[in-house]
């Protein structure tokens, strides 16, 4: 393969693993920020998001990403704060994948059917 071929081949390799890490890692909902600021009255309007680009941009550094509903809400802070450093992440930011990790994990309410 030439080195052209090989470097759109990583470049759709990139982008084929981003929209993976998409579906595994997903974007907070309303609901999930709601859900989330009933726990953490202090949570900011994009601490969700920050956390989950923190989540996706420095955990993916060393490994695959583990997607938020493959452990139960309580296991995620342990989890975290074991890597935090590895990741280079500080009491913020490791609180931000905190909140992002915790609440997406969490069993999340049925949307409501549609109406007839």
Not at 74 to 100: C, F, I, K, N, Q
């Amino acid at each position: 393969m030439s080195r052209r071929g090989s470097f759109w081949a990583s470049i759709c390799s990139a982008a084929a693993l981003v929209a993976a890490c998409a579906t595994a890692v997903p974007r907070p909902t309303e609901g999930d920020q709601a859900r989330a600021a009933a726990r953490w009255p202090d949570l900011g309007p994009t601490d969700l998001d920050d956390g989950r680009a923190l989540y996706v941009n420095r955990c993916s550094g060393c490994h695959a990403l583990v997607p938020p509903k493959s452990r139960p809400p309580m296991a995620w802070p342990h989890e975290v704060a074991l890597m935090s450093e590895r990741a280079g992440l500080d009491d913020r930011e490791r609180e931000l994948v905190t909140r992002y990790v915790v609440t997406m994990s969490e069993e999340r309410p049925a949307s409501p059917a549609p109406a007839e």
